[in-house]
């Protein structure tokens, strides 16, 4: 089969690899649809400590199961149509047996550190494929797992009625993590760079946008949540809220990024800063959010490239073109 491989950080190829088989417990997924992370780009830069090399990466997608492995009884057969959830927590160690799996001692996820989905195929544990409902598309379901980092983001938070919240950044993760805090009750102000992004964060229910948080009238806030991982962001951010407020930096930065915040604020006003890691028993709220139409997901995915262009997915996502970029292998 065909699969992008990043060899070693910034050397990138879509070449010929061996088909996957099912060892025990796994099945096989052709893919039908995979989107491009903000972590593919730290991973393909060799800023993603956990991920080894080469690897074939991808995480965040859809597609039928062509293969079962024998052992594999009652949850998947083929010819289902399946999400996935990338997380692999190994169940033994102390985080896990905490009930804080995305924590895992031995943490890992399908296509951060073993081969992902940026591929004709994949090879995934069969717990962690769920049946999707007919109606909903490859497109669809590959965008349930980054709705699922976001509603276990938004539960890290917890949401009162009528906070306010400010939301940095406005891509992807944005206006997903924007929509579930406006089904909570929070009335959310959006800011970006890129004021391209604002009117559709305006469309799914901002109360005000901007292309800076000093431009924002609505200061102080409530809540802010950073999803750009950029450090000036995340500093602006802490620097709105209010006195008792909360700051939770769920953007992915370089491993080796450092923030200022004064600990004197953080001591005197009680700020709370969190953070929230991937996904933890949030994948089939996700998919129920997705299925039902609660989480508007289809003018999120911009551009849609076949596999052999996976270099140019990584760049546009790189360079802010559009929003969601996804991979369909299926394409020529």
Known sequence: MRAAVINTPGDIEVREVPDPTPGPGDVVVRVGACGV??????IADGEFPPTPYPIVPGHEFSGEIVAVAPDVEHVASVGDRVAVDPSLFCGRCAECRRGRGNLCENWGATGDTVDGAFAEYVRVPANTVYRMPDHLSWTEGA???????????VERFGVEVGERFLVVGAGTMGLLIQQLLVRSGA???????NTARLPLAEKLGAHATA??????DARPFDAAVDVTGAPPAIEAAFG???RGGRLQIFG???????ISLSPFRIYNDEI???????????????????????VDTRPLVTHT??????PQALQNVRDGVGLKVHVDPSLT
Do not use: I, Q, W
């Open 37 to 42: 992370c903000g972590t593919d780009l730290h």
């Open 143 to 153: 965008l349930v797992e980054p709705v699922s980092c976001a509603v276990h983001g």
């Open 187 to 193: 009335e959310v102000s959006v800011v970006d760079r």
């Open 211 to 216: 292309g800076s948080v000093e431009a924002l």
């Open 240 to 242: 709105a809220l209010r």
């Open 252 to 258: 992915v930065a370089a491993a080796e990024a450092t």
């Open 272 to 294: 709370t800063v969190v953070g929230s890691m991937a996904v933890l028993n949030s994948y089939g709220k996700a998919l129920d959010l997705v299925a039902s139409g609660a």
């Open 305 to 310: 490239l076949p596999l052999d262009r996976f």
